[in-house]
């Protein structure tokens, strides 16, 4: 697999807002935010999507989802809640494949969270 921009954040290749790293995944803030809040949990691990996630993954892709909950802990906003998405392949709007865990934050987020690229006809009723 080649590296992604993510992995040149991890090996400090590109510059990155990181708030979170340990031996496993990295946190740093989204460059493109969607919300108040918006950053990403990564694994150091090079896994391209979800339909790559191994078995031997399991505890890799839970320790992402834990870090989730403990930043939004500490940062003070888990009560008031917030979204998580991973967001696979094309039609899941992926654009970098180093799966992420994406953390928005900070305002009521409506539902769905799509904006469907299809246009629907208007002469349709
Ligand atoms: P996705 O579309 O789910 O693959 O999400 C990729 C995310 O990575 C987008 O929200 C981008 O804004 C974000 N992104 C891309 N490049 C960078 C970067 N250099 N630093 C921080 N976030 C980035």
């Excluded at 790559?52 to 940062?75: P, T």
């Excluded at 654009?95 to 009521?108: E, F």
Aim: glycine share 6%; net charge negative.
């Amino acid at each position: 697999m080649s590296d992604t921009i993510f992995d040149k954040i991890i090996n400090r290749e590109i510059p990155a807002d990181i708030i979170y790293e340990d031996d496993i995944a990295l946190a740093f803030k989204d460059i493109n935010p969607q919300a108040p809040v918006h950053f990403l949990i990564i694994p150091k691990k090079q896994i391209a999507t979800v339909n790559d996630i191994s078995k031997d993954d399991r505890e890799i892709v839970g320790h992402l989802y834990w870090l989730a909950g403990e930043i939004a802990r500490k940062e003070g906003f888990a009560e008031e809640g917030f979204r998580t998405v991973m967001n696979c392949n094309e039609f899941g709007g992926q654009t970098v494949y180093h799966i992420h865990v994406h953390v928005l934050a900070g305002k009521p987020l409506g539902w769905p969270p799509y904006q469907d690229r299809v246009k629907k006809n208007p002469m349709e009723a």
